[in-house]
């Protein structure tokens, strides 16, 4: 399993942006699906986006498609979340996590971080 580190939140106005990084230890990282999903108080953990192992293919929740874009440099263990015109509903805790495969099922990766607030105000 790898482990994973986000950084990179904080307090934005709607419309901004922010990016959000994940850092991953282990030398494995390229053999894993890497995700983001968010979760906002008194709600389920939401999927937001999957990039496959190499990178060159993503998928992304209707909510966030058009604004939030997932990227991964494998050769920095890293991976990340640009997020432009941010809206007050996007406030929530996102976290990364690693899957052996492509899903979007927060049930089905292995390994998660320990998250970072995201807080858009209106």
């Known amino acids: 399993q790898v482990q994973l580190v986000e950084s990179g939140g904080g307090l934005v106005q709607a419309g901004g942006s922010l990016r959000l990084s994940c850092a991953a230890s282990g030398r494995t990282f390229s053999s894993y699906a890497m995700g983001w999903f968010r979760q906002a108080p008194g709600k389920e953990r939401e999927f937001v986006a999957v990039?496959?192992?190499?990178?060159?293919?993503?998928y992304y929740a209707d909510s966030v498609k058009g604004r939030f874009t997932i990227s991964r440099d494998n050769a920095r263990n890293m991976v990340y979340l640009q997020m432009n015109s941010l809206k007050p509903e996007d406030t929530a805790v996102y976290h990364c996590a690693a899957s052996r495969v492509v899903v979007t099922t927060p049930n089905l990766f292995q390994s998660w971080g320990q998250g970072t607030q995201v807080t858009v105000s209106s």
């Open positions: 990039i496959t192992w190499g990178g060159g293919s993503s």
